[in-house]
């Protein structure tokens, strides 16, 4: 089976069909929802404190719903623009903005408290332009990633290493831009289970996260440092029906936290109008 990375450019491979298919697949949700709740976990942060996050690779917002879930402000980056456009489809939480990573980042220094990116950084590792050199574009992504870093603060990736030159290639371009870290690999012994995550820090040195050895550990097993674990054990089917009234009012309140101006709730809010005609 053939990596979508040799298919095409991202750009072009998550079209409006793919990325329809990518958002609604229930396997490809639950796997996001765990792999993001993994990376949540490695990046250590403070307990019951929300924070600032940028998701890389954001695509259709899987991943960014759980941040939501987790408490957490955000704001995502893709370079696919059928995918963002589910986002806002969707409704997510965060702003999302269409970039090539490979350009760099625009964010300002010291913005972010953590960073995390599932199943994007791989797509680095090709040149699908005449003026794509691979090294290159992976060291101006890392070093402008570490000046929006706020110090002392974690990336995480998850992503998919073609063979051991490409992880190289991934992790020295990474050093040179003044990141520390390595992978850790949960399941190495597993064919399917086996994740591949690239965690770097900031500025400070700091004590690489364990690796997972049991494929059949849920991460309702694993034990957190956070009070948020009794969110993240929530089931599907605990969530906020969608555009029910109760949702609207979170969405709402969430604004207003984060500073937007905010029409006050009254009888009809959330209230479902007529169809026209």
């Avoid at 402008?144 to 030159?165: I, K």
């Avoid at 906020?240 to 709402?252: A, F, G, I, N, Q």
Wanted: glycine share 8%; with cysteine; hydrophobic share 30%.
């Amino acid at each position: 089976m053939s990596r979508p990375e040799h298919i095409g450019p991202p750009e072009l491979f998550y079209n409006e069909d793919e990325a329809h298919k990518y958002t609604s697949n229930t396997r490809i949700i639950e796997i996001q929802e765990k792999m993001t709740e993994r990376a949540i976990e490695m990046l250590e942060l403070p307990p019951d404190q929300p924070a600032f996050l940028l998701d890389i690779g954001c695509g259709s917002g899987l991943s960014g719903e759980w941040l939501s879930e987790a408490g957490h402000y955000w704001v995502g980056v893709d370079i696919s623009s059928s995918m963002l456009g589910i986002a806002k489809e969707r409704e997510v939480e965060g702003d999302v903005f269409l970039a090539d990573a490979g350009e760099g980042m625009f964010f300002r220094p010291g913005t972010f408290d953590g960073v995390v990116s599932i199943s994007a950084l791989q797509w680095l590792c090709n040149a699908d332009k005449r003026d794509h050199v691979p090294a290159k574009r992976l060291h101006r992504f890392f070093s402008t990633l570490y000046s929006c870093m706020s110090r002392g603060s974690r990336a995480v990736f998850q992503f998919y290493p073609e063979n051991p030159a490409q992880m190289d290639l991934i992790t020295s371009q990474a050093r040179k831009s003044g990141f520390t870290g390595g992978v850790v690999i949960d399941y190495p012994h597993s064919t399917k289970a086996k994740k591949y995550y690239l965690c770097l820090f900031c500025g400070t040195p700091a004590r690489m996260p364990s690796a997972r050895d049991d494929p059949n550990e849920s991460a309702e097993t694993v034990s957190y440092a956070s009070k948020r674990e009794k969110t993240r054990k929530r089931k599907k089917g605990d969530r906020t029906p969608l555009k029910s009234r109760s949702w609207v009012v979170k969405k709402k309140e969430r604004s207003r936290r984060q500073g937007h101006s905010v029409r006050q709730d009254t009888k009809y809010t959330g209230r479902k109008r007529p169809a026209k005609f």
